[in-house]
């Protein structure tokens, strides 16, 4: 299984998660590229190219049948590898509280609730360039519904830190004005769309028309917020054990 975290997060934001599903499966999870303690080149800073390197990583190993979570960003990293690369090594993918699209559209206003325009984004890139801490801060009370312990908090904190801020704003600018409603109806693998229905980062209802499009895929509510797998790791767990194992009957 190959984990793809979100915008700002590192491989360490699955540390809820990692040992009790590598307990059925073998799990891979890294920093992307300007995140955690992965490199932050100039340039590359594009959910395109994050996507070609989950590609050029699935190639190096060798890995088939390789089943994909994608948190957040990382969802839409999935969808533009499907886009570019088909579903070449991929058996099947888990989309965990990511809307479609987080722009305001002339079709759409189910996206992002933080960024989703020139304005808002002009904002973020500004608060990224003068107060990244505070944006880190902020992600903690966004991204969760419910208390978790103050250790937890600072190590999320602290894992943010790591992150490029400039490239971040970069990203961030490619990553929000994409829209990939297009690409879902053309995914014909197995797939798990979980949605935090205390979610403050989205309109849940932007998430949940990821289940709605995407031809036999399963969907579920928790209630929790946009990190529901740091919030209701064990329900988490269980459904992607059960869910790479095959056992959708159960999910």
């Known amino acids: 299984m190959r984990v793809c975290l979100?915008?700002?997060?590192?491989r360490h934001y699955f540390d809820y998660n990692a040992e009790a599903v590598g307990r059925t499966c073998q799990v891979y999870r890294y920093d992307a590229r300007f995140h955690g303690d992965s490199d932050k080149p100039e340039w590359g800073h594009r959910v395109a190219r994050l996507a070609a390197d989950l590609h050029d990583f699935l190639q190096t190993l060798d890995l088939?049948?390789?089943?994909?979570?994608?948190?957040?960003?990382?969802?839409?990293?999935i969808w533009?590898?499907?886009?570019?690369?088909?579903?070449?090594?991929?058996?099947?993918?888990?989309?965990?509280?990511?809307?479609?699209?987080?722009?305001l559209a002339e079709d759409w206003n189910l996206g992002s609730t933080g960024c989703y325009d020139a304005v808002s984004l002009a904002r973020l890139q500004t608060t990224l360039k003068y107060d990244f801490r505070g944006v880190a801060l902020g992600n903690n009370d966004a991204c969760l519904s419910q208390h978790i312990p103050q250790k937890a908090t600072e190590h999320l904190i602290s894992e943010t830190l790591k992150a490029d801020a400039s490239a971040l704003g970069k990203l961030m600018a490619d990553h929000t004005q994409a829209d990939w409603r297009s690409v879902l109806p053309r995914i014909s693998i197995p797939c798990l769309n979980l949605v935090g229905s205390k979610t403050m980062c989205f309109n849940a209802k932007g998430v949940a028309y990821v289940g709605e499009n995407i031809p036999g895929c399963e969907q579920v509510y928790f209630d929790a917020g946009h990190w529901l797998y740091i919030e209701m790791p064990d329900k988490f767990n269980e459904l992607i054990q059960r869910f790479a194992a095959g056992d959708t009957e159960k999910v």
Request: without cysteine; negative net charge; aromatic residues 10%.
């Open 80 to 103: 533009s590898y499907i886009e570019l690369f088909g579903e070449d090594r991929i058996a099947r993918a888990v989309f965990v509280d990511q809307a479609p699209l987080q722009n």
């Open 64 to 77: 088939q049948e390789v089943t994909v979570v994608g948190t957040s960003m990382g969802a839409s990293t």
């Open 6 to 10: 979100g915008w700002s997060g590192s």
